[in-house]
């Protein structure tokens, strides 16, 4: 028999074996349910298997169930699943970029509301950093809650596990059928999505990887703390099949020791957004745009810890191009940021906002056009004259800048070359009103978050530039992840650090390094949706 022990911050871990049978009673009167709970699992486990491996480095891999929405304590499985570990592992610990705080060794790559194609986006990055050699993966809950092409999850959740082996050949994977939901609609759903997921399993296992079914039917919806998240009892229950899981595949010798993951590139973030306000107020509002360049928007009531989010729902279906070549600028002069589909050779398809889908709608103006010929991921949005409307703006890979005036009903002027360059790479040059004169003005951001600014005076042959010089010395972010939007609505850019999970640390412009500084306003966004390159804001 194991007493279970609390400790601060986490739920329980076991003890030694202890036989004091008046300690027992004791916390039997205290506890009834924790060790009720933990007893009916012991009875359920094969926790008495003389299996044992030098290592084991666990990611646990899914949506808000493997962060733990619906526990008591946060810890999703992973507590109850580590206690069972313990005796089968020299060095232990679950791995990944979530923490619990106050829980030492409980990480994870948990996401709230991501699903099966969100994971895949950063999948590589995560095993190259935390180095596991098994991965839990528990994913498809909000594919089969969002009705988002579930006819194709399964083919989905195949690419995903063969990312992950191959990624890292020789990794062990645990794919888990889904828990149950108690929406009705949902549920068929989750119930034909789990008849696939076995032979997914299957098939990779023909194919030599070491892949394994866990299968989760002992959940029911008696185990839910809502229609979609397990209670305590629950994830005691998918503690236990995670465990008999790992159990098995340590017998058969399968869970190697080290995995060689293989590097992966940092992620490309679009930046070419000006002013993503979609409801008007002046503050920049958090959108996440799918690969299909769905868009589910969350408006600004002041961030975490200050108003919060507000879900505003999706807002837009997609046209049918990549997410990537979506883009946000106020392109009408509404105060409200439009949506905007930049072809390959730099065309532009533009849809007005009236507030969004389910909110009055998008108005398209079809294609607009400055008859540039530059590729997509050169084109920028901006207000360089303080109209209140958005350019178009040309980078170059040295920085120049050439610039077409935006005067209304798809006419524009062309304004020329507005800014030589500074010597500074193409796509590291940011457009953002930084002292709040409503016109934009040129930024450069270092590799190490470093920002140089240029006021906007009129640009080159309009009144030139103003160099304000260094105005951040860098939170140590490499430059793909900073962006610049107005936050607090004071008409200034402020700076932003947006991590690969959508999670989002703000620092509120206060005039720059020399000029009044910049004020810590801490995290303001826990990863809403979304990996970080999907993220606009």
């Not at 794919?175 to 997921?197: G, H, I, T, W």
């Not at 530059?374 to 800048?401: C, Q, S």
Request: net charge negative; hydrophobic share 35%.
């Amino acid at each position: 028999m194991f007493i279970p022990t609390f400790r601060r911050g986490s739920a329980f871990r076991w003890a030694a074996p202890v036989l004091a049978a008046t300690l027992i009673t004791g916390l039997l009167a205290t506890v009834p349910e924790a060790v009720s709970a933990a007893t009916a699992v012991e009875s359920t486990t094969v926790g008495d298997q003389n299996w044992r491996v030098p290592r084991l480095a666990v990611m646990p891999l899914g949506d808000s169930i493997t962060q733990g929405a619906g526990s008591s304590t946060g810890s999703s499985y992973r507590d109850e699943l580590y206690n069972q570990l313990v005796p089968h592992a020299e060095s232990l610990q679950f791995v990944g970029t979530g923490r619990l705080p106050g829980a030492v060794g409980l990480d994870h790559e948990g996401h709230p509301g991501w699903r099966i194609d969100e994971l895949s986006d950063n999948v590589e990055r995560w095993l190259a950093a935390a180095d596991p050699n098994v991965v839990l993966l528990n994913i498809g809950t909000n594919d089969m809650d969002q009705n988002y092409d579930v006819d194709s999850a399964p083919m989905r959740l195949g690419a995903l596990i063969d990312q992950i082996t191959t990624a890292a050949p020789g990794i062990t994977v645990l794919v888990s059928s889904l828990v149950p939901s108690k929406d009705p609609q949902v549920e068929q759903r989750v119930n034909k999505f789990n008849l696939a997921v076995p032979q997914l399993v299957a098939e990779r296992q023909r194919r030599g990887l070491s892949v394994e079914f866990v299968d989760m039917s002992e959940v029911t919806t008696e185990d839910l703390a809502d229609r979609l998240h397990p209670n305590d009892r629950g994830y005691l229950k998918m503690a236990s099949g995670f465990y008999r899981g790992i159990a098995k595949v340590a017998g058969e010798g399968r869970i190697r020791k080290r995995i060689e993951v293989r590097s992966t590139p940092p992620y490309q973030t679009v930046i070419g957004d000006y002013r993503v306000d979609i409801n008007g107020d002046g503050k920049a509002d958090y959108l996440a745009v799918d690969r299909k360049g769905a868009v589910h928007a969350w408006l600004n009531n002041g961030g975490d810890g200050r108003g919060g989010w507000s879900n505003y729902g999706w807002i837009a279906t997609g046209t049918g191009a990549p997410g990537n070549r979506a883009r946000f600028a106020d392109i009408d002069g509404s105060g409200k940021a439009d949506y905007l589909i930049v072809d390959d050779n730099g065309g532009i398809q533009a849809w007005l906002n009236n507030g969004g889908d389910g909110h009055g709608g998008w108005s398209g103006r079809n294609e607009i056009t400055t008859d540039v010929k530059a590729p997509a991921d050169r084109v920028h949005f901006a207000d360089i004259n303080g109209d209140g409307k958005a350019d178009y703006l040309v980078v170059n890979e040295k920085g120049a800048v050439h610039a077409w005036l935006n005067n209304g009903s798809d006419h524009w002027t062309n304004y020329g070359q507005i800014a030589t360059g500074t010597g500074a790479a193409g796509s590291r040059v940011r457009f953002a009103d930084f002292d709040g004169d409503g016109k934009a003005d040129y930024l450069v951001v270092d590799d190490n978050g470093a920002v140089h600014v240029w006021l906007n005076r009129g640009g080159d042959g309009h009144g030139g530039w103003t160099a304000r010089g260094t105005v951040a010395t860098g939170t140590g972010a490499p430059s793909n992840c900073v962006r610049f939007a107005d936050i607090n609505g004071d008409g200034k850019a402020d700076y932003l650090v947006v991590d690969d999970n959508g999670r989002i640390h703000a620092w509120l412009n206060r005039g720059g390094d020399g000029d009044g500084g910049w004020i810590d306003n801490g995290q303001i966004a826990n990863g809403l949706a979304g990996p970080g390159d999907r993220i606009r804001i």
